[in-house]
């Protein structure tokens, strides 16, 4: 599919302008970066597992109900997705303390808190995502309280489905960001979630022995961050067992055919 002209460039992910409309392509790239651009690398491979971890997921959360940006995947490292007015807010959902909210409240890290706890963050880079109350978010138009109610029961069921998911992988969901945005659909907004579910949006510990399988690996220096992302891809079935990454072979993408207005 022939991509258009660059519409954003963010720190793991390329928009590019889709044939059509009100589609997107959106590029995985293999850089990373951490502690708001401070830390900056470059992994690689990180993007191919990232586009196939993130199609599994939410082509699953799709399947019970909840609507999201994407179309399909069509490559190794491209996803045709809905593009969507983004909504300034990340959504973070905690089962397990740890990051930084045992920092700013001095919280024991690995404490498991007795329900999940949302929290708001302000999408600004030049500020470090601060985070925001509810009430912020209302105060300053970012979202309506329907659209945040909506939002919260759809953080609540994506967290309850993803834990199940990787509880049955041996993997325990300790926490992830979500972004949600808008989209049109004949005339009336329909809020959706508009972004990859990756390592990368998430921490996700081995449940025996708790071992890292995320992108802490690469902001703590702990090393082997393309294993864990592996792993993480290998146990959810995504990649066939002893797989060599760089030997990796994709399926061929298929021709996407648009509707005809
Ligand atoms: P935190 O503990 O650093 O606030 O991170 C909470 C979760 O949100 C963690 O799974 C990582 C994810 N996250 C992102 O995906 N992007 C971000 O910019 C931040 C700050 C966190």
């Known amino acids: 599919m022939n991509k258009g002209k660059k519409l954003y460039e963010g720190k793991a992910k390329i928009l590019y302008e889709a044939p059509e409309k009100g589609f997107a392509i959106q590029h995985f790239k293999d850089d990373a970066t951490a502690y708001n651009n401070l830390k900056k690398s470059k992994i690689e491979g ?128 300790v926490d992830f960001k979500l972004e949600f945005g808008r989209i049109n659909v004949e005339g009336k907004k329909e809020i959706i979630l508009a972004d990859e579910i990756s390592p990368d949006t998430c921490r996700l510990w081995d449940i025996v022995s708790e071992k890292k399988l995320d992108k802490d690996r690469f902001r703590k220096d702990l090393g082997n961050v393309m294993q864990a992302y592996h792993e993480v891809a290998r146990r959810l079935g995504i990649m066939p067992e002893e797989t060599n990454i760089s030997e990796v072979k994709f399926n061929k993408p298929t021709a996407l055919k648009f509707k005809k207005k």
């Open 46 to 173: 990180k993007g191919v597992l990232n586009n196939r971890i993130s199609e599994h997921i939410l082509i699953n959360l799709n399947q019970i109900g909840i609507k999201t940006h994407l179309v399909k995947r069509l490559n190794m490292r491209e996803q045709l997705v809905h593009l969507a007015e983004i909504i300034p807010v990340e959504f973070i959902v905690r089962n397990i303390a740890t990051g930084s909210l045992t920092k700013r409240l001095g919280i024991a890290d690995g404490t498991v808190l007795s329900k999940p706890l949302l929290e708001y963050s302000y999408k600004n880079d030049e500020l470090g995502d601060p985070l925001v109350a509810r009430e912020h978010v209302l105060a300053f138009s970012w979202a309506e309280e329907d659209e945040l109610n909506l939002i919260k029961d759809q953080c609540l069921r994506i967290n309850d489905f993803m834990q199940g998911m990787f509880r049955g992988v041996g993997i325990k969901l």
